[in-house]
């Protein structure tokens, strides 16, 4: 019985989500996992925290959104506070899993957690970020546009968009201890103040994301007059 670790980073959706669905499709359970890198909770050597207030809460708001829905398809999230490239070989020899799956990032910092990992376990990526997947664009790496409005001319016209990929309709798992999320007040930071001048919450997960953009393209239409609102800065759309 393969069993694989899927660990979720900057994609905390199970609709769209190609690692997930290789994942599925190449092992007979996984187990779903979240690393709070705790590189981003503390000072840096310049003394700044990375992570402040506002991103926390946004983070822990998309990551009870994913729980919740994985647990709608018989699995659950698991959660662990440390370093990504520490915590994730422990849970591979916990779990006995064969290999990791996970979305490619494209940054200094993250690539190195790649290629440390990579090291000594089987690790496959995959693009979910990019609305172009980056083998379906109509050049080479080197010949990437260096102006945007050339490259997005030659995209529109001999690119597509590829489909969505649906969600899954079940996620198996091995026997996994159903835990409570992190909190602000755990990790030692104090929640954000409500300003009632605020016009848009930022809830965090997928729900909230895809209501936003119902709202946005489709149920009032603002995206039709972007040109005319985008420097005006005034209120949510």
Same mark, same amino acid.
């Given at each position: 019985m393969a069993t694989a670790l899927l660990?979720?980073?900057?994609d905390l959706r199970l609709y769209d989500n190609p690692a997930l669905q290789a994942a599925l499709q190449e092992n007979t359970q996984i187990v779903p996992v979240y690393i709070l890198d705790e590189r981003y909770?503390?000072?840096?050597?310049?003394? &700044?925290?990375?992570?402040?207030?506002?991103?926390?809460?946004?983070?822990l708001e998309s990551l009870a959104d994913l729980k919740e829905h994985l647990e709608e398809k018989g699995s659950t999230l698991l959660v662990r506070k440390g370093i990504p490239e520490t915590e994730l070989p422990?849970?591979?020899?916990?779990?006995?899993?064969? *290999?990791?799956?996970?979305?490619?990032?494209?940054?200094?910092?993250? &690539?190195?957690?790649?290629?440390?990992? *990579?090291? /000594?376990?089987?690790?496959?990526l995959y693009?979910?970020?990019?609305?172009?997947?980056?083998?379906?664009?109509?050049?080479d790496t080197q010949g990437v546009p260096d102006v945007y409005t050339q490259f997005r001319k030659k995209v529109e016209k001999?690119?597509?968009?590829?489909?969505?990929? @649906?969600?899954?309709? *079940?996620? @198996?798992? @091995?026997?996994l201890t159903r835990t409570a999320l992190p909190t602000m007040e755990g990790l030692g930071v104090t929640p954000p103040p409500r300003d009632e001048r605020g016009v848009m919450p930022f809830k965090g997960g997928a729900v909230a994301g895809d209501d936003r953009l119902d709202h946005y393209l489709w149920n009032? /239409?603002?995206?039709?007059?972007?040109?005319?609102?985008r420097n005006g800065l005034i209120g949510a759309d």
């Open positions: 660990w979720f980073r900057n909770l503390t000072e840096d050597r310049w003394g &700044i925290v990375r992570t402040g207030p506002f991103r926390l809460q946004f983070l422990k849970l591979v020899a916990e779990y006995n899993a064969n *290999a990791i799956y996970a979305s490619k990032e494209y940054t200094h910092e993250e &690539i190195k957690m790649e290629e440390a990992l *990579a090291e /000594d376990h089987s690790l496959y693009h979910s970020s990019p609305l172009m997947h980056p083998d379906d664009v109509p050049f001999y690119a597509e968009v590829r489909e969505a990929i @649906p969600t899954p309709e *079940a996620i @198996p798992s @091995p026997v009032s /239409d603002r995206v039709a007059t972007y040109k005319e609102t």
